[in-house]
């Protein structure tokens, strides 16, 4: 019999029985992202739950008509996961780059404890520099977006402008979260950045062949 893999908060393999989690995949990303799991019930039988794993991967959308966006598919089922089976998009200005951070409204239960953390930080290592509530209002400052079946959703002005959002968006996961990009401010960025500056071109040409055909 397999060994039973039953998730716990971030998708971490525990567990007594059950099968492992399968991995998605979809048209213009480049890795999937979660998979279910069948954990065992009280007599031994198993059940489908979901397993939210975090978010990886890559994924290139261009603007839709309307000011619309669209939430590719991988991260649509990723997001609509974390926040409990509904459309909800958690989206919000990163606060050192040039781009947005996009969640599930699951994180927001930790945001408190990250706000502890570093405050906690801040006084252990003398950090003079720290303000709670500017800290604070960083972190709770995001927008919750609906999106529907197609994962299209409305970008709010204010988003476009702190992101320097253009014609289309590169999503880029990062466990916890997942980075949304202008493709140009991307590019911008040093070689740090490297992996996601080269899949973000290849995605972008992908689809710009695909419109042309």
Not at 10 to 23: F, L, M, N, Q
Request: proline share 5%.
């Amino acid at each position: 019999m397999p060994v039973c893999i039953a998730p716990d908060w971030w998708g971490r393999r525990t567990g007594s029985a059950c099968a492992w989690p399968g991995r998605g995949r979809h048209v213009g990303s480049l890795d999937g992202l979660h998979g279910e799991v069948r954990q065992a019930g009280a007599r031994g039988d198993c059940r489908h739950v979901s397993a939210f794993g975090g978010y990886s991967g890559q994924a290139y959308s261009p603007a839709g008509d309307k000011g619309r966006f669209v939430l590719p598919p991988a991260f649509r089922k990723a997001v609509k996961e974390s926040s409990g089976s509904n459309r909800i998009l958690c989206l919000a200005a990163h606060d050192r780059f040039d781009c947005l951070i996009g969640f599930g409204l699951s994180r927001t239960e930790k945001l408190n404890e990250q706000l502890e953390r570093e405050e906690d930080r801040a006084i252990r290592l003398g950090l003079a520099d720290f303000d709670r509530d500017v800290r604070a209002q960083q972190l709770f400052g995001f927008e919750q977006l609906p999106f529907d079946d197609s994962g299209r959703f409305v970008m709010p002005e204010h988003l476009k402008d702190l992101g320097k959002i253009g014609d289309g968006l590169y999503f880029q996961g990062a466990g916890e979260f997942f980075f949304v990009w202008n493709p140009a401010q991307l590019a911008a960025m040093g070689p740090e950045w490297k992996g996601a500056q080269a899949s973000c071109l290849k995605l972008v040409a992908a689809a710009k062949k695909g419109a042309a055909e």
